[in-house]
């Protein structure tokens, strides 16, 4: 009870945030419908009195004496009908209020449960990125897909769980009234049954969190069907991931048929001790001598009052059932234990002279006893200039973008942008100095226009531009659709080689300051990779570029070369001082002011 108090109640009113004001309409909608509903419920005392030829009861007290009251005036046969009438009215009101009350409910569930799914987003947005390097992809899908949408019918559950308990209080008040001895009864039989359905409640925990783990694990498995649809038929594993998704989905039915049928256990149990406590009701009333009418006007509001009762303890047990799914969702938006996102303040507005990585040093955050990626590694890279960064696999190449782009950030050292720390400037401002083509950046579902333009507003003649020198306007006007082709999940429907030319032309349409290139052209063929080298050399002077390939042709244009290896940076030179080099010698080429380091 404690554990859902702290994430799920925390959830749930952070979820609701502006519409908790609502919450107070509820709660007074919830009184007066019952309210009405207990008053159309009294009037029946009187028309029993009629009916039974005792108009007039005497000895009666309380509420059922101002109850008998009603229509005295009147002789027997207009006083039934204007009560009956005035019952009618009771109850149309009570519903037209009820629902007044489902609007409401339904407004303010339907603004919570968008509030929860904009906050998974920002979330995901806002995160530093060293958390979506170290997360199970399978557990954040689960979270996003699944269990966002139980934190919302948690939501409906509160709200119906209000509209209940405030019907209960004014039925239960109108029982006080009606005889205090009875309803003393009740309320203890009520207290009963609550602390029974709550113990059984309490162990829905466990098989909840269960349901969610083993969900998260169906759906990395699921996620892994869809991506590596390729690998799995070419090395023949239809077969095992057949019986692993099988044995993945069967632990999620073996999980939630233990939760269900723990929670399936709670209904019958209620219904059964809620009609023994209404028989006992029914027959003590007579033993204390309470009179007809009220007995039945008793029964009859004990009979609306159960099924509040019952939804508000099967509420309960619901909340209780859900216990995982919140916690996962509380886990992600909670931004305590995640990577901050990078701050910083400085304005920037282009590189003048140079960047600069001063002794970093720099591990992956998690890897454990893996080795230091970066160890007090030192370069720079002139502005204007082209400078390739070359090392065998592994050598922290792709790192250097990563500390570049501030996906990640150095343990040691600094980054020096015109002799500014990186970790002072704004990333924003700083990111829309940098284009990225990657072979790692995958393409958006959308057409091809939409992939090179990308949240970049351009001309169809920009897109045209950058496509051509992308070496990929000659391919894109073959296509059927032309630029306004749909190039499916990942870009499915294209090669490789074009994949990565509509990535470049993508960054190429930026014209941005620094335009890094990692391993952007690999797929790309000999012919068309020159025509785009003879691009970038076009760029030389006015813009930075950053080139990372193994190839010894992707780089030839360049000014510079920093080499690395074993975590250092092996050597800084002018590429035409090494030009003579093969790329194999180039790997092992050390300047001895380097090796001193
Ligand atoms: N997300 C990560 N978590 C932990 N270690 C990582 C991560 N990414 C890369 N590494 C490790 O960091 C080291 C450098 O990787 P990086 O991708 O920078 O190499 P690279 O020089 O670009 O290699 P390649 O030429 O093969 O692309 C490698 O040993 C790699 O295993």
């Known amino acids: 009870m404690v554990q859902f108090s702290r994430s799920g109640l925390q959830l749930l009113r952070e979820a609701l945030g502006r519409q908790l004001r609502l919450i107070p309409a509820v709660v007074v909608l919830g009184l007066a419908s019952a309210a009405l509903e207990g008053a159309g419920i009294g009037l029946i005392i009187p028309m029993l009195g009629i009916i039974a030829g005792n108009g007039d009861a005497g000895g009666l007290g309380g509420i059922s004496a101002i109850f008998q009251q009603v229509g005295s005036g009147l002789d027997d046969g207009e006083r039934l009908l204007a009560i009956t009438a005035a019952v009618l009215v009771l109850i149309t009101l009570k519903n037209v209020l009820a629902f007044a009350n489902t609007v409401l409910t339904t407004f303010i569930y339907g603004k919570a449960s968008h509030s929860v799914r904009s906050a998974l987003s920002d979330q995901l947005l806002r995160i530093g990125y060293p958390f979506f390097m170290q997360q ?51 309320a203890l039989g009520l207290i009963l049954v609550q602390v029974a359905h709550a113990a059984l409640s309490a162990t829905l925990k466990g098989p909840s969190r269960s349901v969610t783990s083993f969900n998260s694990e169906l759906a990395a498995r699921m996620l892994h069907l869809v991506h590596a649809g390729r690998l799995i038929r070419v090395f023949g594993q239809e077969g095992r991931e057949k019986a692993a998704f099988d044995a993945a989905s069967d632990s999620v039915r073996r999980a939630g048929f233990v939760l269900q049928t723990r929670q399936g256990v709670l209904p019958p149990l209620t219904e059964v001790l809620h009609s023994a406590l209404f028989l006992a009701v029914v027959v003590s009333a007579w033993f204390i001598g309470v009179s007809f009418p009220v007995i039945v006007a008793f029964v009859v509001l004990l009979y609306r009052l159960q099924p509040h009762m019952r939804a508000l303890q099967m509420s309960w047990s619901q909340l209780q059932g859900w216990s995982g799914s919140l916690e996962e969702v509380r886990w992600l938006l909670d931004s305590s234990d995640k990577p901050k996102p990078p701050a910083g303040s400085e304005p920037v507005d282009g590189l003048r002279q140079r960047i600069e990585f001063d002794r970093v040093t720099f591990k992956y955050p998690g890897s454990g006893s893996r080795a230091v990626v970066l160890r007090s590694a030192s370069f720079e890279i002139r502005s204007g200039c082209s400078t390739a960064l070359i090392g065998r696999s592994g050598a922290g190449k792709t790192t ?137 050399r076009m760029r030389a002077g006015r813009r930075t570029t950053i080139v990372i390939s193994h190839h010894r042709s992707t780089i030839s244009f360049c000014d510079d070369v920093v080499v690395l290896g074993s975590g250092r940076v092996k050597s800084q030179a002018p590429l035409a001082e090494v030009a003579s080099l093969s790329m194999d010698q180039l790997y092992e080429h050390e300047t001895v002011a380097e090796r001193q380091i």
């Open 400 to 536: 250097i973008v990563n500390l570049l782009c501030r996906f990640v950030e150095p343990d040691e050292g600094r980054i020096l942008i015109d002799g500014v720390p990186l970790d002072q400037i704004d990333p924003a401002q700083w990111r829309r100095q940098i284009a990225v083509a990657s072979q790692d950046l995958e393409l958006v579902d959308g057409t091809i226009v939409e992939n090179i333009t990308y949240g970049q507003t351009a001309t169809i003649a920009e897109v045209e531009r950058a496509a051509k020198l992308a070496e990929a306007h000659s391919f894109v006007e073959k296509l059927s659709q032309g630029y306004q082709t749909v190039v499916g999940y990942r870009g499915a429907s294209l090669s490789a080689g074009q994949r990565q030319r509509i990535a470049l032309a993508r960054a190429l349409v930026r014209d941005p300051e620094i335009l890094i290139l990692d391993e952007a052209t690999n797929a790309v063929d000999g012919l068309s990779e020159s025509a785009i080298i003879e691009t970038l």
């Open 136 to 186: 199970n992809p399978g557990r954040l899908l689960n979270i996003i897909s699944n269990e966002s949408w139980r934190a919302s019918d948690a939501i409906q559950t509160v709200l119906a769980a209000i509209v209940n308990a405030s019907a209960a209080v004014i039925l239960l008040a109108f029982l006080l009234l009606l005889s205090w001895q009875m309803t003393l009864f009740v």
